[in-house]
C-alpha cells in the first residue's frame, strides 16, 4: 500500500516573513504576528485641504464631552428655601461629652488586666 506523501500536507501554504509561522498562502494577515503581507487592505484617499476645520456646533450639555472646542453651556437652577427633615433613620451621631482618651495616653497602670497565664506546663 503506497503512503501519501507527507509534503502534500503543505501544498498551498507559505511561511511568515516576520515569525516564520505556516499559513495559506494569499494569506493578507499573520494569523500568529498579526504582521500585514499586503497592501490591499489598506484604502487610498485624499488628504483633506490646510485650513479647512469643520464649525463646531453648541451641543447640549446632556450630551458629556472633554473637547475645548464647544461653548460654555449657561445654568440655572431652582433655588428653594424650603428644608426637609429627615425621620426614621436608625443612625445616631450624637456625640456625648464624656469621650473617651486616645490608646496614647491611657495608663497601664490604671487599665483592668487580668493575671497572664502560664502555657509552659
Same mark, same amino acid.
Given at each position: 500500500? +503506497?503512503?501519501?506523501?507527507?509534503?502534500?500536507?503543505? /501544498?498551498?501554504?507559505?511561511?511568515?516573513? #516576520?515569525?516564520?509561522?505556516?499559513? =495559506?498562502?494569499?494569506? !493578507? $494577515?499573520?494569523?500568529?504576528?498579526?504582521?500585514?503581507?499586503?497592501? #490591499?487592505?489598506?484604502?487610498? $484617499?485624499?488628504?483633506?485641504?490646510?485650513?479647512?476645520?469643520?464649525? $463646531?456646533?453648541? !451641543?447640549? +450639555?446632556?450630551?458629556?464631552?472633554?473637547?475645548? =472646542?464647544?461653548?460654555?453651556?449657561?445654568?440655572?437652577?431652582?433655588?428653594?428655601? /424650603?428644608?426637609?427633615?429627615?425621620?426614621?433613620?436608625?443612625?445616631?451621631?450624637?456625640?456625648?461629652?464624656?469621650?473617651? /482618651?486616645?490608646?496614647? =495616653? !491611657?495608663?497601664?497602670?490604671?487599665?483592668?488586666?487580668? +493575671?497572664?497565664?502560664?502555657?509552659? /506546663?
Amino acid at each position: 500500500m +503506497p503512503s501519501e506523501d507527507a509534503l502534500n500536507s503543505i /501544498k498551498g501554504k507559505s511561511s511568515c516573513p #516576520v515569525c516564520g509561522c505556516i499559513e =495559506q498562502e494569499g494569506c !493578507i $494577515r499573520c494569523p500568529e504576528c498579526g504582521t500585514f503581507h499586503s497592501g #490591499v487592505h489598506l484604502e487610498e $484617499r485624499e488628504a483633506p485641504p490646510p485650513n479647512s476645520a469643520p464649525e $463646531r456646533e453648541v !451641543i447640549d +450639555p446632556a450630551l458629556y464631552s472633554l473637547s475645548d =472646542q464647544h461653548a460654555i453651556p449657561e445654568e440655572d437652577f431652582e433655588e428653594s428655601e /424650603k428644608i426637609s427633615s429627615w425621620s426614621g433613620g436608625s443612625t445616631d451621631f450624637t456625640m456625648t461629652e464624656e469621650d473617651e /482618651k486616645p490608646v496614647s =495616653q !491611657i495608663d497601664l497602670e490604671d487599665l483592668n488586666l487580668p +493575671p497572664a497565664e502560664n502555657l509552659s /506546663k
